[in-house]
């Protein structure tokens, strides 16, 4: 590669000599952009969170309270069971008020057989959102794998 001018050809008379390479390689310089790039786009996140703070100390809230959540079951019969124990829908009504005032984040864990009717369900749901309880689960097994036993 010659990157002046050549000696073969610079005669006086100006005979054909060979031409200075002047084209820049464009390649290598994308090549490394492109690279930088990623490594902005992996690092960032990871900057964002490495502020230091000195945080105030509370027990209000901690974050390792466990979640509040009610049991409530319907077997094939109908019959409605919260937390393991057979209730009316009045007394149901009145036991989800109350667990709604003692936290309004409560869930409600809702387990129903596979026969009680769509309408059934519903119903409760409705008595659970009435009573202040938004928060409903729906609480179902894994289907078996084909050719297991049980």
Known sequence: MAF???SLGSSATGGGGQRPLSDINVTPLVDVMLVLLVIFIITAPLMASSIKLDLPQTDAGQPNDAPKFV???VDAAGKVFLN????TDEELAARLEKAAVDSKDTEVQLRADQTVPYGKVVALMGIANKAGL??????T???????KPR
């Open 84 to 87: 393991d124990q057979p209730v």
């Open 4 to 6: 002046g001018r050549s």
């Open 141 to 147: 097994e894994a289907a078996e794998a084909p050719g």
């Open 71 to 73: 049991s409530l079951a």
């Open 134 to 139: 938004s928060r409903i689960g729906f609480v």
